[in-house]
């Protein structure tokens, strides 16, 4: 937009001291253009989601913009009908002027967008490292998961896998290990321990994602 801007005022200027009917026409048609581009530009903008600071900004630009067009367009028709000394009053005295205030909110705009895409990929950055952590996490736990299932099935030991479910159990449920061993037989056990550490887990992501939200709210 700000570029488009840029080439709406050169187009005046070359109109109204070109002091030829063909530059002027030439010219108007290149400002009929340039006006539609930013208009399909501000367009998809308005479509996206705006900050408290954008929406006051974007109500400064539409009332600036209104006044740069007119004042603008004044100065088109007297070049146009061949007035070029008031044209180039016009412009002087009072396009120039609307332009400015119009510029400076452009301009503000940009570097409000700036900041914005700054937090939007720094928030994206924290999101990025509480997935990771979730899954290392889980990796870590699906290890050790096989190593200690692995362990008690080639020593086929109820007593270790029962005093080792009790221990997951408390961990898992910040409760007190008041473990006592029962009867189960080791099929049992390998499902009780599998639940357990499955609980754990499930706690785990819950707490992560918890903090997650916390962060990113």
């Not at 539409?62 to 603008?72: A, G, I, R, T």
């Not at 070049?79 to 510029?103: C, H, V, W």
């Not at 996490?137 to 009790?166: C, D, K, P, Q, Y």
Request: net charge negative; aromatic share 8%; glycine share 4%.
């Amino acid at each position: 937009i700000l570029d488009r801007m840029r080439q709406e005022r050169l187009a005046a200027v070359t109109s109204v001291y070109g002091r030829n009917a063909e530059i002027v026409n030439e010219q108007k048609k290149l400002i009929q253009q340039l006006d539609n581009e930013i208009v399909n530009i501000w367009q998809k903008y308005m479509t996206t989601k705006l900050t408290i600071e954008e929406v006051k900004l974007v109500e400064d630009f539409k009332q600036q913009w209104k006044l740069f067009v007119d004042s603008h367009n004044r100065t088109m028709i007297l070049a146009q009908a061949g007035n070029y000394d008031a044209a180039i009053a016009s412009m002087n005295n009072d396009t120039k002027f609307r332009f400015e205030p119009l510029y400076k909110t452009i301009l503000k705009l940009l570097e409000l967008q700036r900041t914005v895409i700054a937090v939007e990929y720094s928030t994206a950055e924290e999101r990025y490292q509480d997935i990771f952590g979730i899954t290392l996490s889980l990796i870590i736990v699906g290890v050790l998961l096989t190593l200690i299932v692995g362990f008690f099935l080639l020593r086929g030991s109820s007593t270790g896998m029962n005093e080792t479910i009790a221990v997951i159990t408390s961990e898992a449920t910040a409760t007190p290990n008041n473990y006592e061993p029962n009867s189960m037989d080791k099929d049992n056990h390998l499902l009780q321990l599998l639940k357990a550490l499955n609980n754990g887990l499930i706690d785990l992501i819950h707490t992560v994602a918890m903090n997650t939200y916390g962060v990113t709210k």
